[in-house]
């Protein structure tokens, strides 16, 4: 029945999307910068339990605000209230029909559908429990700037009661039964005059019982971490790696000890549960390819699912709400921002509600390709491959480098490509080993190779690139930020035949300077830790850190440089690009230097946007564009 509603929306369903996109035309407008970076229109998006009301936040200038949409009449209102309350609200719940907890740039207020009456509750909302005993609605909140301090609120009342955890060590993630009482807490510790770390995880039977450890792990050991707490309370839910390569979810049993059955996994992906998972039933799983899947246990939502991906193809759709009255669907793709849809489940009517970015164009963007390759030591390499519009000869292209590099980039609307895309250039997005999501064993070969065969990676990227006959072998240039940012001035001095420019933003130049810098990673010995897993500082010395260092190597790079930092940047401070700049004008290279003003580490404000692409835009168009010379 399910399944059958959806058939019958196909047809609307398209012609609401066609109504999404601008006319069509013979040569639309070049894609803009301010058009492309600019901030969505609307953030999120949540239906009520009732349905009969979205909570979304929008954007209103410069700031944001909370937008409620009447479901019935697609009417919406700003909920604004006097003094503090809701300003720039980031995230908002459904508490229950009526009432709502949004969090903000102060907090998170508990406000009724008029908005005019905020009650403080903490620095974050947590979830609702049992009602007390007179059948009160109770909800939990972090208290203010303690994560481990857990108000139970009573809302009738105002009354509220800290959740006792009273144990040794800093807790840093726990799990609530359905009282709000901490049952299964992980706490770290750290070793005085030294950054050894370890990781314990405890389980109490009761409130009123003493604490039991589980299991203890040092930092950089493979550990699982509990997910829930089964009904029966003899088992938990956890994910590990436990005797695999990927991250899958397992039964772990309070009796024995030990991880035991597995719940859910897949081969070569990663999975996660976006959604609360009870005794191991899961609701859904998402896996963490290269596109993602989501998967549905209870078969009247996989229904829905899959006939949600029938109308909406080649899309990532997330549904949520009732089937029974109301649905909200999320769906997103490479070439589309995203929108919001409402399904009325009886009436199988289906109506669009916004547009995240309704000035992007999507039938004007390209689509982003899975491709692999191999690199020279016969490790698959997958990769994200954006053609531009334009056919025939082989073209210009931009390397594109993703930061972490323990992260990844992912199958979305990715402004930076669709703008190389517009302008012509072919975009290759390798997710060179050390990249996150495609198993154990791919992340940790890239450990201590930063420079080694990290690179190599991405230079084999580029010859598949050159081979496959999508890019012309003299017109490619490099570009990346943060780590991306070392890649790219790595790869201009280690091979300078393969690019005619680079360009970094907040990019580290010298891996032996980021282990001592200032920066937030070295302000704590978690971060220091991980830092030196990534880099294999335990067992290289500073002599071979030089030999991959830009800034060590300055000279050696013969192609025109862009370098440019945000003067606020605490994760890769803006020393990092000044040392670069000040070496390569030393050696005489071609570099444009540039501090963006009260920018941290990325590019938030318009003007500094136009500013670093503006100038990204000139670079590429002079070295490798239509303007440069053959």
């Known amino acids: 029945m399910i399944a ?112 005019t009456y905020p009650t403080f509750l903490g620095s974050r909302y947590i979830g609702k429990v049992n009602p007390d005993s007179a059948g009160n609605v109770r909800i939990l909140a972090n208290g203010y700037r303690t994560p481990a301090y857990i108000a139970r609120i ?51 039977a009761a409130q009123d019982k003493p604490w039991e450890k589980l299991a203890t792990f040092g930092y950089s050991d493979e550990h699982w971490w509990p997910q829930s707490l089964s009904r029966d309370q003899k088992s938990l839910v956890v994910r590990s790696r436990h005797d695999r390569d990927t991250f899958a979810y397992f039964r772990y049993s309070l009796e024995t000890r030990s991880v035991g059955e597995l719940l859910a996994g897949h081969p070569t992906q990663d999975i996660y549960v976006p959604d609360t998972e009870t005794d191991g039933q899961f609701r859904q799983i998402a896996s963490a390819g290269m596109k993602p899947v989501v998967e549905w246990f209870d078969p009247a939502w996989a229904a829905m699912q899959k006939s949600v991906d029938t109308a909406l193809p080649d899309r990532m759709n997330l549904i949520s709400g009732s089937l029974t009255n109301k649905l909200l669907i999320y769906s997103y793709s490479d070439v589309d921002p995203g929108q919001w849809l409402l399904l009325d489940v009886p009436s199988a009517s289906l109506r669009k509600v916004a547009s995240a970015k309704p000035e992007i164009d999507a039938g004007a963007m390209r689509p982003m390709q899975v491709v692999r390759y191999t690199a020279r030591d016969g490790l698959s390499i997958p990769a994200y491959l954006t053609l531009p519009s334009a056919t025939g000869a082989a073209k210009p292209a931009v390397i594109l480098i993703h930061g972490g590099p323990a992260a990844r980039d992912g199958w979305s609307f990715n402004p930076e490509v669709q703008l190389l895309a517009a302008r012509g250039y072919v975009v290759l997005q390798p997710q060179f080993r050390g990249s996150s999501g495609f198993g154990k064993a791919f992340m940790t070969a890239g450990y201590g190779q930063w420079g080694l065969a990290m690179q190599d990676d991405i230079s084999d990227g580029v010859r598949w690139l050159v081979e496959q ?68 500082g335990a067992g290289r010395t500073k002599q071979a850190f030089d030999q991959v260092s830009p800034l060590k190597n300055a000279a050696r790079i013969t192609a025109p440089v862009l370098l440019a930092h945000g003067e606020w940047d605490r994760r890769v401070p803006i020393e990092h690009g000044r040392k670069m700049h000040k070496a390569l004008k030393e050696a005489n290279k071609e570099v444009e230097w540039m501090i963006l003003e009260k920018e941290g580490h990325g590019i938030y404000h318009e003007d500094n946007r136009e500013k670093f692409y503006g100038a990204l835009f000139k670079l590429l168009e002079r070295t490798i564009g239509a303007g440069a010379p053959p």
């Open 4 to 115: 059958s509603v959806f058939r019958t929306l196909l047809h609307p369903l398209l012609w609401l999307l066609c109504l999404a996109a601008a006319p069509c035309m013979a040569e639309p407008p070049i894609l803009g910068i301010k058009d492309a970076l600019r901030l969505p229109a609307y953030l999120s998006m949540t239906l009520s339990p009732d349905g009969k009301h979205i909570a979304a936040i929008a954007r209103k200038g410069e700031a944001s605000k909370l937008v409620l949409i009447d479901t019935a009449t697609m009417a919406s209102r700003f909920l604004e209230s006097e003094g503090p309350a809701m300003e720039n609200p980031s995230d908002v719940d459904w508490v229950d029909d009526t009432r709502l907890a949004v969090d903000s740039d102060h907090g998170v207020d508990l406000i009724d559908l008029s908005g």
């Open 154 to 204: 009573t809302l009738r009342t105002g009354e509220s009661e800290v959740v006792n955890f009273h144990m040794p060590g800093k807790p840093v993630w726990w799990i609530l039964d359905d009282n709000g009482d901490a049952r299964v807490v992980s706490t770290i510790s750290t070793a005085i005059w030294s950054d050894d770390t370890s990781i314990t995880h405890w389980y109490r």
């Open 469 to 536: 006959g999508h890019a012309d072998p003299q017109r490619i240039c490099i570009y990346g930020a943060s780590y991306g940012g070392y890649a790219a001035m790595w790869g201009l001095a280690k091979t300078p035949e393969l690019y005619r420019c680079g360009a970094s933003f907040a990019g580290v130049s010298d891996i032996a300077y980021m282990l001592k810098d200032d920066s937030d990673t070295n302000a704590g010995a978690t971060g220091r830790l991980a830092t030196n897993i990534l880099v294999g």
